[in-house]
């Protein structure tokens, strides 16, 4: 499975922004999609993922209430919008794909897209 994310750029705090991860090859063989991110200094955290095959939805506490996951199937892409953005927010934005069970822990997914950056302003 392939994923190419896109949708990143600079925004002012309160802003919003609309991430998109594409998933190719594979994908019938896919069980769960998430994001992540990764911000300077930071370790890697989970903000909000699908089980892909019964299509319930997670997120982390910083992300409910701002944050929206969704996901067009016939084009397996799954999306992240973004609103009331913070500067704390900033980070590099992954998707992941996995292939054998839904979890929060990134080392339980098995293909990455390259990452998109966020960055918000004050």
């Known amino acids: 499975v392939q994923l190419q994310a896109s949708g990143g750029g600079l925004v002012q705090a309160g802003g919003s922004l609309r991430l998109s991860c594409a998933a190719s090859g594979r994908t019938f063989s896919i069980y769960a999609m998430a994001w992540f991110r990764q911000a300077p200094g930071k370790e890697r955290e989970f903000v909000t993922g699908?089980?892909?095959?019964?299509?319930?939805?997670y997120y982390a506490t910083f992300a409910k209430g701002r944050f929206t996951i969704s996901r067009a199937n016939a084009k397996n892409t799954m999306y992240l919008q973004m609103n009331s953005l913070k500067p704390e927010d900033t980070a590099v934005y992954y998707c992941?794909?996995?292939?054998?069970?839904?979890?929060?822990?990134?080392?339980?997914?098995?293909?990455w897209g390259q990452g998109t950056q966020v960055t918000v302003s004050s």
């Open positions: 992941a794909a996995g292939l054998r069970f839904f979890s929060t822990n990134g080392y339980d997914f098995d293909n």
């Open positions: 699908f089980n892909w095959i019964v299509g319930s939805t």
